[in-house]
């Protein structure tokens, strides 16, 4: 079990806030850093203000080692897919080949108003474009050119440069979506994530997973499957509730759907979603200035999973 590290800067964080987690990430074990892809706060002021996801990752890449680091998800209205595979190729080949794009439709309309992005209303088309020109671009040989002509993206002749540091930069798909989202994940992504999800609707989002990619003739072993939860763990009761009160909510709300607790409590949740089929869990830490919640998952819930 893979336990990665998941951050919200947009609820407040500079990007010195987000060093030293990621540094914090690194040195205590954890599989990876990520971050949200959002610009507008949700119910705080969000001061220091916003950090934009690839900026920060690109940052990220010079002064980290060994994480991976990714984005839970970026957004398909914040940039044109030729620009986003330019980004990500380029802090892919800044980090040495330690880049993943986590990529969906965007849903937040009031970040979209703040900063004039356009918002349609209609955005799996876009995503699944994305989808394709992104990777088409990544996958396009040396020498060759890439060109793609569809209902909201037309690429003529390009280049395809730069390219990634690996082979192939993983890509992730994500949502609790019936239909469409399974059969985007099954063409395209080696990682499908269900993110804050009801427990029991966990088996029923993954088998989804598994018969679209039966359906196009993919293995589904070929995809890593994985969830994202709130993380809210502490030695004990004391803490539990003194770390729940600074991310404004209650300890019996996070028992029930998220990572809380106490290790023990926390390390039994965490194989209680592995043994409903999830290989990787992403622990979005709220607090970002309480590096010892990191130090305390490292030394007291990891160890149990092993």
Same mark, same amino acid.
């Given at each position: ?45 969000g ?49 040495? %080949? ?32 994305? +989808? ?8 396009t040989?040396?020498g060759?050119?890439f ?27 994500? %949502? ?13 992504a ?6 804050f ?24 072993a ?11 763990? %502490? ?5 539990v ?32 979603v ?11 830490i ?7 919640? +990191? ?12």
């Amino acid at each position: 079990m893979q336990l990665r590290i998941f951050t919200e800067p947009q609820q407040g964080a500079s990007y010195d806030d987000l060093l030293a987690v990621a540094k914090a990430t690194e040195e205590l074990g954890f599989d990876a850093f990520f971050r949200s892809d959002h610009y507008l706060a949700m119910g705080t002021d969000g001061l220091p203000g916003p950090t934009d996801a690839w900026t920060t990752l690109a940052g990220l890449a010079r002064e980290t080692s060994r994480i991976r680091l990714g984005t839970l998800v970026s957004s398909a209205t914040f940039r044109h897919p030729g620009v986003l595979a330019i980004q990500v190729a380029q802090v892919d080949q800044m980090s040495g %080949g330690r880049v993943e794009l986590g990529l969906g439709t965007g849903w937040y309309a009031e970040e979209h108003a703040a900063y004039g992005i356009p918002f349609p209303a209609k955005r799996f088309g876009m995503l699944e474009e994305q +989808l394709e020109v992104v990777t088409g671009l990544w996958h396009t040989p040396a020498g060759q050119t890439f060109s793609f002509t569809g209902e909201h993206y037309q690429l003529t002749d390009s280049p395809a440069l730069p390219k990634p540091a690996q082979p192939q930069v993983p890509v992730l798909v994500g %949502g609790h979506g019936k239909r469409r989202t399974p059969a985007l994940a099954a063409r395209f992504a080696s990682e499908f994530n269900i993110a804050f999800p009801q427990l029991g609707d966990i088996p029923a989002g993954f088998a989804r997973v598994h018969q679209a990619c039966q359906d196009i003739g993919r293995d589904p072993a070929d995809l890593t499957y994985s969830v994202a939860l709130v993380a809210c763990v %502490g030695a004990d009761e004391a803490e539990v509730g003194r770390r729940a009160a600074a991310i404004g909510r209650e300890p019996a709300e996070l028992r029930e759907n998220g990572v809380a607790g106490t290790p023990a409590e926390a390390a039994a949740r965490i194989r209680e979603v592995q043994e409903m089929g999830a290989e990787r869990v992403y622990l979005q830490i709220l607090d970002l200035a309480d590096l010892d919640h +990191l130090d305390l998952i490292a030394r007291e819930v990891a160890p149990q999973l092993s």
